[in-house]
């Protein structure tokens, strides 16, 4: 079993910035991909970034790059997400998802154990 759990969302006012956190527990997340999402209500969840289990490659989402970076370590086994220039439409309750058996990909399904989300919100 791994349990992930979400930190760092909180109010911010458009081109702030925040670093959410993951921490996982149960089990060391250095083997494991590990992916964000986001949703706003009434939408399905979006890929937002994942990063390999080395954290020597990442992937971000065409709405985030250039804005948004991912990080993991392993020491620590706690991934991060950097987002800065914030927009109002980055909006969102954030997860955490963690890939025991791939190396990462946008497909939420792939994904087998998920935090419980921490809200975002930006402010105009």
């Known amino acids: 079993q791994v349990q992930l759990v979400e930190s760092g969302g909180g109010l911010v006012q458009a081109g702030g910035s925040l670093r959410l956190s993951c921490a996982a527990s149960g089990r060391t997340l250095s083997r494991y991909a590990m992916g964000w999402f986001r949703q706003t209500p009434g939408k399905e969840r979006e890929f937002v970034a994942h990063v390999t289990w080395s954290g020597g490659s990442t992937y971000l989402a065409n709405s985030v790059k250039g804005r948004f970076t991912v990080s993991r370590d392993t020491g620590k086994n706690t991934v991060y997400l950097q987002m800065n220039s914030l927009k109002p439409e980055d909006t969102a309750v954030y997860y955490c998802?963690?890939?025991?058996?791939?190396?990462?990909?946008?497909?939420?399904?792939?994904?087998?154990?998920w935090g419980q989300g921490t809200q975002v919100t930006v402010s105009s």
């Open positions: 998802a963690a890939d025991l058996y791939g190396s990462g990909t946008a497909n939420a399904d792939a994904y087998d154990y």
